[in-house]
């Protein structure tokens, strides 16, 4: 599957979107469906397999927060003056996920904190077995509510939902 799309300029709030004027979306989209079996992906996998996937994601590159939150779900929402970009309708099949949040970079609107709001923590010891056997550099730590990831100058954080706190 051709990830490029995920590493696209990110959309600067303010600044006229030209990032695609070159490029004929129709044709893309036939002749490669990547980010629909992407999203068919983030929406219908485990929530293991989404976070090794989010993680093998980073380990490629930074990918454009407008774009790794599509693939999420719908009703986006952007805080210019926090840098927060928030999914607030996620697509999941399971359902297990209630919102993402990204805080990106003030000036190169990089992710920096991707934080994954769960109703509640699933068992996590497949998911740190997994991630010891495919990515032996990474580092992650465990509290009661919460499982963070740190990969390259990313943090993944799966969260139990901050409002049943």
Known sequence: MNREFLYKKPWIPNFIDDRYASENPIQSWLEDDSQGLLMRKFEECSLDELILEL???F???NPSYDVLAALFGSYLEFNEEKKIFSVHKIERTNEDIIRVEMHVDAQSYEIRHLNLYAQELPPLQSLKNKLNELHKD????ETSNEFVITE?????AILKDKRDI
């Open 59 to 61: 380990k490629r590159g």
């Open 55 to 57: 993680v093998d994601i």
């Open 138 to 141: 990474i580092s992650f730590q």
């Open 152 to 156: 390259r100058e990313c943090v993944i």
